[in-house]
């Protein structure tokens, strides 16, 4: 049996509680995954941590709720991601063998080592600080012109911020990077939104049959790209691809799908995670107006802001691992190719780990797992923050004196989040 301190991790003794009742765990994910478990989760992961570091899950395998322990597992190496050959093993076909979920099999955050790291090396350091300097210019340009037509739709009242700004900013920004025509923009945002769902915790089938038809007019119009760049290369992140993975893979039709596989894996990424930065950036900073005022006098500190944004309400609140072999993990032994979900939503409010975690303050500095963690760290975690800071520098210029006018709405999910709908107007 392996054990993480072989890796010379420190563990932390799994908090003590008393068994947990099965229904009661059912119970908390059925109101958790509605769209008003979304609207204010926290109360629901005080009652999962209560249950302790490590819950055994209704449906098999294990839930982390501790910030220490979900920590150390995105940083072990004996800790695998969902990979194509695990999803195959599993009995719920319908769920693991869907096409939307061999495909996400084969992209880069579900592939494994030694196929992760020859993937991940071909891609390269893509968002360095030199491409983005160049690519600054292009998002202030970019979120110039949402915020002036935001301003136009709050002269007549509000105006929905998710809809005008933050669905729009990240689909332009890598829409431009790869070089896709705007008129497809809108088309892929909304694909986008029905794959995430073979991501989701259990989705139904009818999510699925959404999300495994998005799929495929997806992989359609990703290997048309990647042919017609084969065709008529350029100076564009897919014809740069195209030639190292020629340059490595004889086969033509493996380095495509290669190719496939990461456009399609960078679209995916870029879009559903970064507006939820945004969104939810800008939320938590109209519900803290003193915090959103002293923003103001400082926006030097923009940085720490989304940091806490991240910590608060991260794009993705359930990360999945499998363990490689049979391990003790805080006293509870977990098998061989069992699915362990590390609940980061719960574990960023963790009291053992934060001081105050349900309290909002900007001036936190706070470590947090936003963007993941180990191999698998996210890599566009750098643009997204880009296009948050240049996003908040300009709304703390251009429009003081903001207020949210209704609730705003959630996507009833409970792994990838997603405010469907901020309104706002002027005060």
């Known amino acids: 049996m392996s054990d993480l301190r072989k890796e010379g991790i420190a ?13 009661s765990v059912v119970s908390l994910f059925s109101r958790l995954r509605t769209a008003d478990g979304q609207s204010d989760p926290l109360p629901l992961y005080a009652k999962l941590r209560a249950m302790g570091d490590i819950v055994p899950a209704p449906w098999g395998g294990h ?8 920590h150390q597992l995105l940083r072990s190496r004996s800790w695998r991601v969902p990979d194509s050959a695990w999803r195959a093993r599993q009995d719920d076909g319908a769920r693991w063998n869907a096409s939307a979920s061999r495909q996400m ?14 993937v991940r090396r071909s891609v390269g350091n ?9 690519m600054k210019a292009s998002v202030e340009r970019t979120t110039s012109r949402l915020l002036d037509r935001f301003e136009e739709e709050l002269a007549y009242g509000p105006a929905d911020f998710c809809t005008l700004v933050s669905e729009e900013l990240p689909v332009i920004t890598i829409g431009e990077w790869l070089q896709i025509p705007s008129a497809d923009f809108a088309f892929l945002r909304s694909l986008t939104h029905d794959q995430v769902y073979t991501q989701e915790l ?12 998005s799929t495929r007019q997806l992989r359609e119009y990703f290997t048309s790209l990647v042919k017609e760049r084969r065709e008529k290369p ?18 033509r039709e493996v380095a495509d799908e290669a ?40 926006p030097e500190q923009i940085p720490d802001a989304i940091d806490e944004a991240l910590r608060y309400d991260a794009p993705i609140h359930m990360i999945s691992r499998v363990a490689s072999e049979d391990t003790e993990l805080a006293g509870v032994t977990v098998r061989k190719n069992e699915m362990v979900q590390l609940m980061a939503g719960a574990a960023h409010h963790d009291p053992a780990h934060y001081a105050s975690p349900e309290v909002f303050d900007i001036r936190r500095r706070p470590a947090h797992l936003g963007f993941g963690g180990g191999i698998h760290f996210c890599l566009g975690n750098t643009l997204a923050r880009l296009e948050a800071d240049c996003l908040l520098t300009a709304l703390l210029e251009r429009l003081p004196g903001l207020r949210i006018t209704a609730a705003p709405l959630w996507e009833p999910r409970v792994a990838f989040r997603r405010l469907i709908t901020l309104p706002v107007a002027r005060a």
């Open 11 to 23: 563990l932390q003794p799994a908090l003590a509680a008393a068994p947990v009742d099965r229904r």
């Open 105 to 118: 099999g084969g992209t880069l955050p579900m592939l494994n080592p030694p196929h992760h790291t020859r």
């Open 202 to 213: 259990f989705p139904n089938p009818s999510q699925l049959a959404l999300s495994d038809e």
């Open 126 to 134: 893509v968002f360095h600080r030199n491409s983005l300097a160049e």
């Open 234 to 251: 350029g100076r564009d992140p897919v014809s740069e691809w195209i030639r190292v993975w020629d340059a490595q893979e004889p086969d």
């Open 259 to 298: 190719v496939y596989s990461l456009t399609l894996f960078m679209l995916l990424a870029a879009l559903e995670t970064t507006a939820h930065v945004l969104s939810s950036t800008f939320r938590l900073l109209l519900e803290h107006p003193r915090q959103l005022n002293w923003l103001r006098i400082h």
């Open 63 to 70: 839930l982390v709720t501790s910030y220490g322990l979900c």
